[in-house]
């Protein structure tokens, strides 16, 4: 924790860069009665952004949903620079509070307090690209990794409550956590369901007056012509739909050197992964432990949204403790005290398994954490731009360490006393 404050913090205060200063604009015209479906008009919100907070900065607001306007409303009235100061001090303070709620969560799970902090420190760790790049532009990825520990938390002591508002919350602001909806349609918590859509519904009309319906029937025309944007295929962005455009879609500017010209392909085959890995996830985790299955959504609500960038990726946190936390759960039972139970070849062979799982998540850790240079030019040409995907093959790998988990949870009979 001290090097993110020293190491990852403090270097950053006192600059302007891009990120924040989108959320603070956004706000700025909303205070001002200013904003409206212009704001999807990319120069004339650039040129807002500059007049704003210096003319060194280039922002736009597309694909930001309206509501986004409303996350800085309340430093709005702050100069740029100690707006953006505040902001990044409230994000550390956000992550070292989602911190304290997965210990309380890990408590829950049977885990105690020392074993979940080294977990938690080995989860921080393996996040710590992620954690600096948020820090180092004012994004709000950790306020929203806090977001949806509240709603683990909500999950696994039963508060339907917060599990909804928490998941409502997040998705409001960024669209965030889009597949752990499954989780409380699949678990039936009906409450929570209703909660959540409530305040989602509560926002957006509360917000009506200022943001304007033109602007949110603007929205959808804008998030659509997004997606058509040849810069989608650079590789800042480590989703499935970012790589196979990488590889198989031209464009002039963004991308003159893929593998060839098959935009079909490009198409279809994250769709394909999507609907297959989607499919097999809530098979898998319908009928299994609510919070390992809400920590196998976590990784595809990343890396199968058309966008990610570095910074998304410090929502893995809440994933990697729950899963972590399961393994260790495992290791226990299967190596425990009793010699003439862990002599028994079912338990032996089931040994061999869980300790192919753990080399498979410590890779995915270490593809997290790499100071991998994905965005190299060298590496865009061709298919030397499969190396320029660190982040998503790290967190496919930790979705399919999940994936191995829901399926023993479902399906094993080790710990079923046969």
Same mark, same amino acid.
């Given at each position: 924790?001290?090097?993110?404050?020293?190491?990852?913090?403090?270097?950053?205060?006192?600059?302007?860069?891009?990120?924040?200063?989108?959320?603070?604009?956004?706000?700025?015209?909303?205070?001002?009665?200013?904003?409206?479906?212009?704001?999807?008009?990319?120069?004339?919100?650039?040129?807002?952004?500059?007049?704003?907070?210096?003319?060194?900065?280039?922002?736009?607001?597309?694909?930001?949903?309206?509501?986004?306007?409303?996350?800085?409303?309340?430093?709005?009235?702050?100069?740029?620079?100690?707006?953006?100061?505040?902001?990044?001090?409230?994000?550390?303070?956000?992550?070292?509070?989602?911190?304290?709620?997965?210990?309380?969560?890990?408590?829950?799970?049977?885990?105690?307090?020392?074993?979940?902090?080294?977990?938690?420190?080995?989860?921080?760790?393996?996040?710590?690209?992620?954690?600096?790049?948020?820090?180092?532009?004012?994004?709000?990825?950790?306020?929203?990794?806090?977001?949806?520990?509240?709603?683990?938390?909500?999950?696994?002591?039963?508060?339907?409550?917060?599990?909804?508002?928490?998941?409502?919350?997040?998705?409001?602001?960024?669209?965030?956590?889009?597949?752990?909806?499954?989780?409380?349609?699949?678990?039936?918590?009906?409450?929570?369901?209703?909660?959540?859509?409530?305040?989602?519904?509560?926002?957006?009309?509360?917000?009506?007056?200022?943001?304007?319906?033109?602007?949110?029937?603007?929205?959808?025309?804008?998030?659509?012509?997004?997606?058509?944007?040849?810069?989608?295929?650079?590789?800042?962005?480590?989703? %499935?739909?970012?790589?196979?455009?990488?590889?198989?879609?031209?464009?002039?500017?963004?991308?003159?050197?893929?593998?060839?010209?098959?935009?079909?392909?490009?198409?279809?085959?994250?769709?394909?992964?999507?609907?297959?890995?989607?499919?097999?996830?809530?098979?898998?985790?319908?009928?299994?432990?609510?919070?390992?299955?809400?920590?196998?959504?976590?990784?595809?609500?990343?890396?199968?949204?058309?966008?990610?960038?570095?910074?998304?990726?410090?929502?893995?946190?809440?994933?990697?403790?729950?899963?972590?936390?399961?393994?260790?759960?495992?290791?226990?039972?299967?190596?425990?005290?009793?010699?003439?139970?862990?002599?028994?070849?079912?338990?032996?062979?089931?040994?061999?398994?869980?300790?192919? %799982?753990?080399?498979?998540?410590?890779?995915?850790?270490?593809?997290?954490?790499?100071?991998?240079?994905?965005?190299?030019?060298?590496?865009?040409?061709?298919?030397?731009?499969?190396?320029?995907?660190?982040?998503?093959?790290?967190?496919?790998?930790?979705?399919?360490?999940?994936?191995?988990?829901?399926?023993?949870?479902?399906?094993?009979?080790?710990?079923?006393?046969?």
């Amino acid at each position: 924790m001290a090097y993110i404050i020293i190491g990852q913090t403090l270097p950053t205060l006192g600059k302007v860069t891009h990120g924040f200063v989108g959320h603070y604009t956004a706000s700025r015209l909303l205070s001002q009665a200013e904003f409206g479906p212009q704001v999807y008009h990319d120069d004339w919100f650039a040129a807002q952004v500059q007049h704003y907070t210096g003319p060194s900065v280039f922002e736009i607001f597309t694909p930001n949903l309206p509501t986004v306007s409303l996350l800085a409303l309340p430093l709005a009235a702050l100069p740029s620079q100690l707006s953006r100061d505040v902001w990044i001090g409230l994000s550390v303070l956000a992550l070292f509070c989602t911190c304290g709620v997965l210990m309380r969560i890990g408590s829950a799970l049977g885990q105690s307090w020392e074993r979940s902090g080294w977990v938690l420190l080995l989860g921080v760790v393996s996040l710590l690209p992620a954690i600096g790049a948020n820090v180092e532009v004012g994004q709000t990825y950790l306020f929203l990794g806090l977001l949806l520990a509240l709603a683990l938390w909500g999950l696994v002591y039963r508060v339907d409550t917060l599990l909804g508002g928490a998941l409502g919350l997040a998705f409001i602001i960024k669209t965030s956590g889009l597949f752990l909806w499954i989780v409380l349609l699949t678990q039936r918590r009906w409450r929570a369901l209703g909660v959540g859509i409530s305040l989602m519904v509560a926002v957006a009309l509360a917000s009506l007056p200022w943001i304007g319906l033109n602007t949110w029937l603007a929205y959808p025309a804008a998030v659509q012509a997004f997606s058509q944007r040849g810069a989608l295929a650079v590789t800042a962005y480590q989703t %499935t739909a970012g790589l196979f455009r990488h590889l198989f879609v031209y464009d002039p500017v963004w991308n003159p050197t893929p593998v060839s010209d098959w935009p079909f392909l490009a198409a279809i085959v994250p769709v394909t992964i999507t609907l297959i890995g989607l499919g097999l996830t809530v098979w898998l985790g319908r009928g299994s432990d609510p919070p390992l299955f809400f920590a196998a959504l976590l990784p595809p609500a990343i890396i199968l949204l058309p966008v990610a960038e570095e910074y998304h990726f410090v929502l893995l946190l809440s994933s990697i403790f729950v899963i972590i936390t399961s393994m260790l759960k495992l290791s226990r039972l299967s190596f425990g005290d009793n010699e003439n139970y862990r002599r028994t070849n079912l338990t032996l062979s089931y040994g061999i398994v869980l300790k192919g %799982t753990w080399v498979g998540l410590g890779v995915a850790l270490l593809l997290l954490v790499a100071p991998v240079p994905f965005k190299y030019a060298d590496w865009a040409s061709g298919w030397w731009a499969l190396l320029a995907y660190p982040r998503l093959y790290g967190a496919g790998l930790l979705w399919m360490v999940a994936l191995k988990l829901l399926y023993n949870a479902r399906f094993g009979r080790l710990f079923r006393g046969e």
